[in-house]
């Protein structure tokens, strides 16, 4: 089993729609938790941190479940530059680093 | 305002070549990463350091070296370049738990 689960989509979605993608992480003393976005061929850039009391910035909301080992991502009013790869990220090892990457999930979202 | 660099961007290798991937920062952080992408994947993990002379081995370190001599710095070398390395190799710099990277270099080998 992958340490980090994402469903890779691609999700098509048209402007203005809410969309919201899932992970999944295997290791339960798994201490942080974040999104990344990447856009096509470049690399990958924070995009919010996941809190355990569920955090939002502007159009996105993060929420985290430790008891099912869940993480998601909301977007609501999906606009044309949010087409991107969203990568969901788990850091099993306190403020030394080591991030674990999923396979990321990508976003259209069309006109 | 440089953050992580990364030298080169894009570099064509014949198999059995090898070749250094330059990476340095100028936040003065603690912890470097080099990551491997390939298509339609995450990034994996190939080695890291927590500090100037301490590497350690990531995910996937066979065929890479690495060396930490300054805070600065972190060369990723390829010995004997295989088709299975062809990629896009990010390298990556933390102070805290926010992981910041260089703009990638794509290698292939031929």
């Known amino acids: 089993r992958k340490e980090v689960e994402q469903d890779p989509g691609p999700f098509n979605v048209p402007e203005g729609a809410t969309v919201a993608f899932n992970c999944t992480y295997s290791n339960s003393a798994s201490q942080s938790f974040f999104w990344y976005r990447q856009d096509c061929r470049k690399e990958p850039k924070l995009l919010m941190s996941v809190y355990s009391s569920g955090n939002e910035d502007g159009r996105f909301t993060a929420q985290l479940n430790r008891a099912s080992q869940y993480i998601s991502l909301l977007i609501r009013d999906s606009k044309l530059s949010d087409s991107a790869t969203y990568l969901c990220?788990?850091?099993?090892?306190?403020?030394?680093?080591?991030?674990?990457f999923g396979q990321g999930t990508t976003l259209q979202v069309k006109p | 305002n440089a953050g992580v660099t990364q030298t080169p961007k894009f570099r064509i290798l014949k198999i059995g070549q090898s070749m250094t991937l330059q990476c340095a920062q100028d936040?003065?952080?603690?912890?470097m990463y080099w990551y491997r992408q390939d298509p339609g994947m995450g990034l994996k993990l190939i080695y890291y350091?927590?500090?100037?002379?301490?590497?350690d081995k990531g995910e996937v370190p066979n065929g890479y070296n690495v060396s930490r001599s300054t805070t600065e710095d972190f060369p990723l070398r390829l010995e004997l370049a295989a088709p299975s390395q062809t990629s896009v190799y990010f390298c990556?710099?933390?102070?805290?738990?926010?992981?910041?990277f260089g703009e990638g270099s794509w290698l292939t080998v031929v």
């Open positions: 990556a710099s933390s102070y805290d738990r926010e992981e910041y």
């Open positions: 936040m003065n952080h603690n912890y």
């Open positions: 350091s927590v500090g100037a002379g301490i590497t």
């Open positions: 990220v788990v850091n099993n090892a306190g403020n030394t680093g080591k991030l674990i």
